[in-house]
């Protein structure tokens, strides 16, 4: 198994592409630290890795919280010694509204999840990464962040951060044995494009994600882990600083 041996701690892996990522990386042989903040999913997909015959722990932390990142870095240095892989997925969409009617708490919040958190691991697990001389970290962010999408312009600003907190970072750690990427889904079949595609109905309009479905249809949250698994693995040794596009033809 390509993975044998590696760790790899997974934020948001009681759901959606952070569960499938969970078992593909497991799958491949990787010990995994299950992060979430739902405790209940969170346990489910432990119990899903462990029937599939792999090794992990569930780690149940809210991702904006400097006190809880410290800690799930830590149970896996305490548990298994280090840290190889990080997906570092974890996030939130915004209600669909008009600019003007988004409120600034629901501002604070996405940023606090979407850009603080994945900063916050990053920069705990970079501390062990360095240490250890290597490590690959896959950051979720979006097609939104490479382009935009109706009535969602805070959610795209979030992701536009993802993806300038990779290259920045992946740049600074070319030189030092660290691989940093980043991942964009686009029109995933997840409980978050359920809850934004009832949204949009309610308000009567039917995103461009969904009218420009090329190959019609969403993806299954497997297709993505795969894409994970391989950015996790030796077979991406060149790739840093990648804003990898897996949307089916979305942003064409």
Known sequence: MELAGKVAVITGAGSGIGRASSLKLAGNGAKVVLVDFNQETGEETLNLVKEQGGEGIFVKADVSKT?????????????????????????????????????????DRIMSINVKGVFLGMKYVLKVMEEQGSGSIINTASTAGVRSEHSVAIYSASKHAVIGLT???????????????????????????????????????????????????????????????????????YMTGSVVLVDGGLTL
């Open 67 to 107: 006190e809880d990142v410290q800690n799930y870095v830590k149970s896996a240095i305490d548990t298994y010694g280090r840290i190889d892989i990080f997906f570092n997925n974890a996030g939130v969409i915004q209600r669909f509204a008009p600019f003007t009617a988004v409120e600034e708490s629901e501002f």
């Open 167 to 237: 290259k920045g970072a992946a740049l600074e750690y070319a030189k030092k044995g660290i691989r940093i990427n980043a991942l964009c889904p686009g029109g995933v079949k997840t409980t978050l494009t359920t809850n934004v595609e009832a949204q949009f109905a309610e308000g009567g309009y039917v995103p461009e994600e969904v009218s420009n479905m090329r190959m019609g249809r969403y993806a299954d949250p497997a297709e993505l882990a795969e894409m994970v698994a391989y950015l996790a693995s030796d077979k991406a040794s």
